[in-house]
C-alpha cells in the first residue's frame, strides 16, 4: 500500500526530533500499526476502501507527538513523568489540528487517530468513551497500537517477545473491543502476519544497533507510556 505522502508528511515534521533514532523509531512504529491495522480490517471484512483509511491512519495516528517533540522526545531531566504524561495525553487532539491544516485527509480518518487512545471500558483518553461510542477504526488502532509498542525497543525496557505481547494483552483485554481482538489474534497467527513479523525485528535491529553508536542517546520512545 502507497503511504508515501504520509512518510513525507513525518518526515517534514521530524525535523523537530531530536536524533535520527527518534525518527526511525518514530517511523517504525507507524508502519508496524499500519500494516497490522490493515489486515485487521481485511480479516474483520472490510472493504478494500475501508483497509485504505485504516492504513492511514494507522501510519499518522502518533503524528500530533511530534509538536510536541521537545518534550516528548526530548532528552531533558526538567521535565518529570507526570508532566510528560500531561503532554503526550494531548497528542490525539494535536494530530487533528495537523491533518486538518494538511486538507488531505477524510474525517473518517481523523476520528480514527482522534480516538485511538480510548479503551472499551470507557478508561481511555482523551472523552473516556465507551463500548462503540468509539469510532470503529479507533478501536482497530487501539489494539495494534498496543502490540506495536510492547514488541518495540524502549530507552527503558528492550522489546517483548509476540508471545508475551499478547499475554499481556489479554490480561488487559477489558479495554480492547473483542471483536476486533479476535480478528488480530487471528491475523498473528496467520501466513499474512510474516511481513509484519519481519518489520518488527528490523525495527529491532535498527534500534538496537543506533542506539549502540558512539554519542547517539538511547531513542526516547514514549518516556513509559506505552502506545
Known amino acids: 500500500m502507497d503511504l508515501e505522502r504520509e512518510r513525507q508528511l513525518i518526515s517534514r515534521m521530524g525535523t523537530q526530533l531530536p536524533g535520527e533514532a527518534d525518527l526511525q523509531d518514530f517511523c517504525a512504529h507507524g508502519e508496524i500499526v499500519s500494516a497490522i491495522a490493515a489486515l485487521v480490517a481485511k480479516a474483520l471484512g472490510e472493504d478494500e476502501a475501508f483497509c485504505r483509511e485504516i492504513a492511514v491512519a494507522g501510519m499518522l495516528h502518533d503524528i500530533g507527538k511530534l509538536e510536541l517533540a521537545d518534550v516528548i522526545y526530548g532528552h531533558r531531566d526538567d521535565i518529570m513523568a ?81 508471545d508475551t505481547a499478547i499475554e499481556m494483552m489479554i490480561d488487559d483485554v477489558k479495554d480492547y473491543d473483542m471483536k476486533v481482538f479476535l480478528a488480530f489474534l487471528s491475523v498473528v497467527y496467520s501466513n499474512e502476519f510474516a511481513g509484519v513479523r519481519d518489520m518488527i525485528n528490523r525495527a529491532q535491529a535498527n534500534a538496537a544497533l543506533l542506539s549502540s553508536q558512539p554519542g547517539e542517546p538511547p531513542h526516547a520512545g514514549d518516556r513509559g507510556l506505552h502506545a
Open 82 to 162: 507526570v508532566e510528560r504524561s500531561k503532554y503526550v495525553r494531548m497528542h490525539p487532539a494535536l494530530g487533528i489540528d495537523v491533518l486538518r491544516k494538511e486538507g488531505a485527509y477524510s474525517e473518517e480518518v481523523i476520528s480514527f487517530i482522534a480516538n485511538h487512545h480510548e479503551n472499551f471500558d470507557g478508561t481511555g483518553y482523551p472523552n473516556h468513551l465507551e463500548g462503540e461510542e468509539i469510532p470503529y477504526g479507533a478501536r482497530i488502532l487501539r489494539v495494534c497500537d498496543v502490540f506495536a509498542a510492547l514488541v518495540s525497543n524502549r530507552r527503558y525496557r528492550s522489546a517483548f517477545s509476540i
